[in-house]
């Protein structure tokens, strides 16, 4: 099932990367390079799941994830995070329904990334 999906993230190669593979999967994917052109696309479109970069320019994932919790979207919010520091507790606790890392290596992001929607579809 086709999923409407956002990438915001200020690292531009792997939203490239994501978009590819998830294109390639039959989704449809918008992206914003910061939280501000984020927050306009999610103010205009419906997304099915949003994956933001938990610290990019302008409003940062955290703030995100609470606009969409706050206007009671029906938006997965997943943060994409370098800091290790950031748990599935942490990310809860800040909006976010789930969280991926960045160390990860790229297949296994990927992988993560599909169980997601996956799940989201109903398919897991």
Do not use: C, Q
């Not at 990367?17 to 294109?23: R, S």
């Not at 320019?57 to 520091?85: C, I, Q, R, S």
């Not at 789930?98 to 109903?122: C, F, N, P, T």
Request: negative net charge.
């Amino acid at each position: 099932m086709e999923k409407n999906i956002l990438i915001a993230d200020d690292d531009k190669d792997l939203i490239g990367i994501i978009k590819k593979f998830l294109t390639g999967k039959g989704h449809r994917v918008d992206f914003a390079y910061d939280g501000d052109r984020a927050l306009d696309m999610i103010k205009s479109n419906h997304y099915d799941i949003i994956f933001v970069d938990f610290n990019m320019p302008g409003l940062t994932g955290l703030e995100l994830a609470k606009y969409v919790k706050t206007n009671k979207l029906d938006t997965k919010t997943v943060f994409l995070t370098g800091y290790p520091a950031i748990s599935a507790p942490i990310a809860k606790y800040s909006g976010a329904d789930e969280y991926l890392e960045k160390s990860a290596s790229m297949d296994s992001l990927l992988d993560s990334i599909v169980e997601i929607i996956d799940r989201e579809s109903g398919k897991a």
